[in-house]
C-alpha cells in the first residue's frame, strides 16, 4: 500500500474530524441535542464512506455494497433515537453505529489500515470529547442565552380541566416572552393532567415558577411541575 496514500486518506477524515468538531462546538453550546460528538462523528463516519469510494476501482462492487450499507445503517440509526418528553435520546449511539459500519466497510474491502485509522478516530471523539461536552453543558446549564422549551404539567380533579387551560392560556399570555406551542390533557392516576410546551427565546425559569405559583393557588389543582431543555 503506497504512503502517500494512506497519508492523503488520514489527513482527509482528520480535516473532516476537525471541521466537524467545529460545528458541533457551536452547537453543543447553543445545547441542541446533536451537539459536539454527534456532529464530529457524523463528519468523520461521511468522510470514512466517500474516502472508501476513492480508494476503490471505479467498477469494483464493494463502493456498490457500501451504498447499502449506508442506506441500511440509516434505518438502523433511526431505530436506537427516541424522544423522551422534550428530550432527544440516542443520537450519539446512531451516529457511532454509523461510523462503525464504516470501519466494517473498510476492513472488508480489504483496507485494514484505514480502518484502524478510524477506528482510533471514533474512540479518541468519545474519550476525549465526553469530559469536553460535560464541561460545555455545565457552563451552559443556566445561561439565559438559550433557546428553551418547557413543559407545565398540572394534575388536577376531573371535570376541571377546561377552567384550568383558560387560566394557563391567560397567565402564559400575560408573560411576553413566553410562546404556548401546544396544550393536552390526559389522564393522570385517577385526575387529569394538563400538558402545555412553552418556547421562550430566552430562558426564563422565573417567570415558570411565577405561574407556577398562581397556578397552585387554585382549588382544584392536586400538583404542578415543570422542566427545561433547549429548543431543538
Known sequence: ???????????????????????????????????????????????????????MDEKASPTRMASYVVSGLGFLGGGVILRDGLNVKGLNTAATLWCSGAVGALSGSGFPLHALIGTAAILGIHLT???????????????????????????????????????????????????????????????????????????????MEEIVAVVSLEAHVKAVSWQATVAT
Open 1 to 55: 500500500m503506497p504512503q502517500n496514500e494512506l497519508s492523503t486518506f488520514a489527513l482527509n477524515i482528520g480535516a473532516a474530524l476537525l471541521m466537524g468538531l467545529a460545528i458541533g462546538l457551536e452547537r453543543q453550546w447553543r445545547q441542541h441535542p446533536a451537539g459536539l460528538r454527534t456532529n464530529t462523528l457524523v463528519a468523520l463516519g461521511a468522510a470514512l464512506f466517500v474516502s472508501l469510494s476513492l480508494l
Open 129 to 207: 470529547l465526553r469530559p469536553v461536552v460535560m464541561w460545555i453543558d455545565n457552563r451552559t446549564k443556566m445561561s439565559a442565552e438559550v433557546e428553551t422549551c418547557y413543559r407545565l404539567r398540572v394534575e388536577c380533579e376531573r371535570g376541571h380541566q377546561a377552567h384550568l387551560r383558560h387560566i394557563l392560556v391567560k397567565r402564559l399570555g400575560g408573560h411576553k416572552d413566553l410562546r404556548l406551542h401546544g396544550l393536552s390533557t390526559k389522564e393522570a392516576d385517577g385526575a387529569i393532567a394538563v400538558l402545555a410546551d412553552i418556547f421562550v427565546s430566552t430562558r426564563n425559569d422565573k417567570a
